[in-house]
């Protein structure tokens, strides 16, 4: 008899939900439910770098997602449903009352933005991140050496110090502090008090600064230093963390009912959407995930023996087990990817705000399309202009939130499609400027397979990316790579698998198409990429230069 596992993955706009047959892989139903608040634009400010999501958001697109597939399957389909596993972004944090309820849920707090989760690319922790660092580095234990050397903005601590901080209301009543990919399961299997809540390995150890080695979180005395509070929701989290295939419990009466599914699904332990991409696109041992989207993040596992005890600086973590149990996974990305193209086209179309909605989407709907269509028939010359691909700071290597983008070479005749193209080069230069940084590290990347909705959907992208990093680039035939994976992590969860590679072998899908590098096109390339690094160059000590003035 079949056997359903459902797949939930949060991403930066929607939860998607995916039922997959365990004992197939297929993919049979899917649907996706937009935040309704997030889509209005409501608690973000780009301006300042402060993009919020409202938990209410994540429990009303649940329900939808959820409600939504089931209404595609019979009765009988729908009872053999018997385990569920969820991804998310992150880091993307909120402070809990006592009880381990966000704050946003509490009267009186549903429209503080601080009240609410922090989304993974909210910057507003910049001082906070560099005070970290500075404790950091001076510590007994450096608590930044398993994530590079650098905490960044973008992570769990220095975003819960930055609302305590500046928001003395919320200072008051928060007792504790959540990941958005700790808080699901834990929500619909009734788990919430913070000391019973079962962290996420990878979150915890790319985003939180937990290690073995040092027995878990940061200390107390190490967070208190920074902020007392910090030092009390410490001793609230356990020193144990769980990799995606544990089993977190079973849903609630209550979520069974508002769900609509089996009283007896097994929920197993959240994990990163960047993570839960690598599983479902089939990772191996010495393969580079990208997951590219809105932001790229880079997927890497290898065996113990190969990295030995060497710390990989630069990177946004190296954690044993939080990928594949048994193998170091190793994280690197971009903060942006998609959002250059969106920004972009925002950019052009701006005129076009004060326009009826459905003349507005008449006229920009389509875009980056024509814009593709115009860029990958333009002649690629040495001379063309060259972007940066820093509009939204510097996730890896190196992370360097306070850099700004830039564009040289453009004259009175460049034209939109020149300008397109050679943002399409930079997000591309930034992926090669990973690879060549761990490759000088010692790690070993023998393929790279691309997952997300840009692998699929743009071939003029995945082509000059493969074109740019010299490498074959496969694409997961899957499209929904996250929900796969937070599926696979379900069925160990719920006992259909012993091991997580077990359930990968079953229910991969392979891949859909590889873009080989062209040789001539490759050269030119190298070229380009010395003018990226030199703009890289200029631009990030024009900057420091300016801040010092400052």
């Avoid at 922790?125 to 510590?139: K, S, T």
Wanted: with cysteine; aromatic share 8%; proline share 5%.
């Amino acid at each position: 008899m079949n056997q359903y596992i459902v797949g939930i993955d949060y991403g930066t706009d929607s939860c998607r939900a995916l039922v997959v047959n365990s004992t197939t892989g297929k993919e049979e139903r899917s649907y996706t439910a937009f935040y309704p608040r997030w889509r209005k634009g409501l608690f973000c400010d780009p301006a300042q770098n402060r993009y919020r999501q409202h938990p209410q958001d994540y429990i009303d697109s649940l329900e939808e997602a959820i409600q939504g597939v089931l209404r595609q399957m019979k009765p009988a389909e729908i009872d053999n449903i018997v385990a569920l596993g969820i991804d998310t972004t992150g880091s993307t944090p909120c402070l809990t009352d006592r009880n381990g309820t966000p704050l946003a849920l509490l009267p009186g707090y549903e429209e503080d933005p601080d009240a609410m989760f922090v989304l993974w690319k909210d910057h507003t922790a910049i001082n906070e991140a560099d005070e970290i660092n500075r404790l950091a580095h001076g510590w007994e234990t450096d608590y930044t050496a398993r994530s590079g050397g650098i905490y960044s903005s973008e992570w769990f601590w220095s975003k819960a110090l930055h609302i305590l901080r500046q928001n003395e209301r919320i200072r008051r009543d928060a007792r504790g502090l959540i990941e958005h990919c700790d808080w699901m399961p834990a929500l619909l299997t009734g788990n919430l008090l913070p000391e019973k809540v079962k962290r996420s390995r990878c979150a915890a150890g790319h985003k939180g600064m937990w290690a073995e080695e040092w027995g878990g979180y940061p200390s107390a005395a190490f967070l208190s230093r920074l902020d007392p509070l910090l030092g009390e929701f410490r001793v609230l989290l356990s020193d144990e963390t769980h990799t995606g295939g544990t089993p977190v419990g079973t849903l609630t009466e209550e979520w069974s009912e508002r769900l609509g599914l089996p009283r007896s699904v097994v929920v197993s332990a959240g994990i990163l959407d960047a993570h839960a991409g690598a599983i479902g696109a089939g990772i191996r041992a010495n393969s580079m995930v990208k997951i590219i989207g809105t932001s790229t993040c880079d997927i890497v596992v290898t065996p113990k023996q190969d990295i030995g005890d060497k710390l990989i600086p630069g990177i946004s973590g190296q954690v044993d087990g939080s990928v594949i149990p048994g193998l170091i996974g190793l994280e690197a990305g971009q903060s942006a990817f998609g959002d250059i193209y969106a920004w972009f086209r925002d950019l052009l179309s701006w005129t076009a705000n004060t326009l009826p909605e459905k003349e507005r989407v008449a006229l920009t709907g389509n875009l980056l399309q024509r814009l593709t269509v115009e860029a990958e028939n333009l002649p690629l010359t040495e001379t063309d202009p060259i972007a940066n691909d820093w509009l939204n700071g510097r996730r890896s290597p190196f992370a360097d939130q306070t850099l700004k983008g830039g564009i040289i070479g453009i004259t009175l005749g460049t034209t939109p499609a020149q300008l397109f193209k050679s943002l399409v080069e930079a997000t591309a230069f930034g992926s090669r400027a990973i690879l060549e940084h761990l490759a000088k590290e010692g790690v070993r990347v023998e393929e790279v397979i691309g997952v997300g909705g840009i692998s699929l959907k743009s071939p003029y992208v995945m082509q000059t990316l493969a074109d740019v990093m010299g490498v074959p680039i496969k694409v997961a035939a899957t499209q929904q790579a996250g929900a796969l994976g937070a599926a696979m992590c379900a069925a160990v969860a719920a006992g259909l698998f012993d091991s997580l590679q077990s359930a990968t072998d079953r229910m991969e899908q392979g891949n859909l198409t590889t873009y080989i590098p062209r040789q001539e096109v490759s050269l030119l390339y190298k070229a380009r990429y010395e003018r990226y690094q030199s703009l890289a160059h200029f631009l990030s000590t024009k900057q420091s230069f300016l801040q010092n003035q400052q």
